[in-house]
Nanobody, 126 residues
Framework: QVQLVESGGGLVQPGDSLRLSCAAS????????IGWFRQAPGKEREGVSC????????YYLGSVKGRFTISRDNGKNTVYLQMNSLKPEDTAVYYC???????????????????WGQGTQVTVSS
């Protein structure tokens, strides 16, 4: 059974850091491009970051560039999203998603992804 499970969310203060994990089971993560998405209450889902199978291709939403870093550990079948200097506007449910594609591909568009996790809540508040 193909499954993605996010973890690492929580309640933090502005300026703090969190590291989200996306663990895969039932398939080899190194065959897939992985994306991170978020959805805040009353807002549309947006693509935050993605990483290709090759690791050479990454994408970041403009508002998180320089603060968030995506990485993958294929040996652990896990992708990470390191989030630094968190802001209240980063508050959302964060989802990871997977798509099997060419080696250098990743996308910030959710419609291309086949598998999704259940999400983890990130709340940034003083």
């Amino acid at each position: 059974q193909v499954q993605l499970v996010e973890s690492g969310g929580g309640l933090v203060q502005p300026g703090d850091s969190l590291r989200l994990s996306c663990a895969a089971s039932g398939f080899a993560l190194d065959d897939y491009a992985i994306g991170w998405f978020r959805q805040a209450p009353g807002k549309e889902r947006e693509g935050v970051s993605c990483i290709s199978r090759s690791v050479d291709t990454t994408y970041y939403l403009g508002s998180v560039k320089g603060r968030f870093t995506i990485s993958r550990d294929n040996g652990k079948n896990t992708v990470y999203l390191q989030m630094n200097s968190l802001k209240p506007e980063d508050t959302a449910v964060y989802y990871c998603a997977a798509v099997q594609h060419t080696y250098y591909y990743c996308s910030g568009y959710g419609s291309v992804y086949d598998y999704w996790g259940q999400g983890t809540q990130v709340t940034v508040s003083s």
